[in-house]
């Protein structure tokens, strides 16, 4: 890959694993330096460490445990970030969680935690890292919604409150930096093909008594015209674009990868 990112460094929230990781490892074989964050196994951590590392000649990728849902470590993963490459150009926050459930019986703890984490993360991170990149006149910021954070399903209040939060918060910030070289972007995939995501198809199988294939695609990929998954290497490529060369006109942006969702 052409190391179109060479010289720049990008920080990316949830990178231990699916969207966050395939983002990261793209940034760096465009010759970004990365940090990653994220929850996980301490050896599933270890190993996206060692694969970001090796991309960029290092043992392993730095790395922060930060806790997305304390707007203190938030924003101490920024400076962490910060101090450890001098600088930081690029931040994406990705990481989010799901729960779903009836409104009336939706969990209060599980609401105020998608909203933490979801949305108010993006805000403190944005916060923090905004004040270098404006003493720089340089700057891309990518927030990972979803195709949620432009429809809505059912069951899924906490999450598509968030994630719409996620897109005007970006709309937001991107006035604010308007006549500045910093951009503000957001990302709203449909359904991407991840360990998570593919491991909700057999219980709609068994739930439904179809197959695995029509489970995926009658039911799970049911607003999604494609009936295909978005892979992550797409989503990836799109975030590559919004912090690459010739991408400074696209700011406070939405946009779709959804397989025609938002289309329909």
Same mark, same amino acid.
């Given at each position: ?23 990261? *490892? ?6 970004? *330096? ?5 929850? =996980?196994?301490? &050896? ?15 043992? &392993? ?8 849902? *304390? ?126 995501? &593919? ?13 695995? &294939? ?34 400074? =006109?696209?700011? =406070? ?12």
């Amino acid at each position: 890959m052409d190391q179109v990112l060479a010289g720049q460094t990008a920080l990316v929230t949830g990178s231990t694993s699916g969207i966050g990781l395939g983002i990261a *490892k793209i940034y760096a074989e465009a010759g970004a *330096k990365v940090m990653l964050n994220g929850f =996980g196994k301490p &050896e599933e951590i270890a190993a996206a460490r060692a694969e970001i590392g090796a991309i960029m000649g290092v043992k &392993e990728a730095p790395y922060s445990a930060a806790d997305m849902s *304390k707007p203190d470590e938030v924003r101490g993963m920024v400076a962490e970030a910060e101090k450890q490459f001098g600088k930081l150009d690029i931040l994406v926050n990705n990481a989010g969680i799901q729960f779903v459930s009836p409104v009336q019986e939706f969990p209060t703890a599980k609401w105020d935690a998608i909203i933490a984490i979801n949305l108010s993360s993006n805000f403190h991170a944005i916060a923090a890292a905004l004040p270098g990149m404006l003493a720089r006149n340089h700057g891309r910021i990518v927030n990972v919604a979803s195709a949620h954070g432009l429809v809505a399903s059912p069951f899924k209040t906490a999450y598509v409150a968030a994630k719409h939060g996620v897109v005007g918060l970006t709309k937001s910030v991107a006035l604010e930096v308007a006549q500045s070289q910093v951009t503000c972007n957001a990302i709203c995939p449909g359904f991407v093909r991840t360990p998570l995501a &593919e491991a909700q198809v057999k219980p709609l199988a068994e739930k439904n008594g179809v197959s695995e &294939e029509v489970a995926l695609k009658d039911y799970l990929l049911a607003h999604q015209p494609s009936k295909r998954w978005i892979e992550v290497e797409e989503v990836a490529r799109m975030a590559l674009y919004l912090v690459g060369p010739g991408s400074g =006109g696209v700011n =406070g942006s939405a946009l779709s990868i959804d397989g025609g969702w938002f289309a329909s």
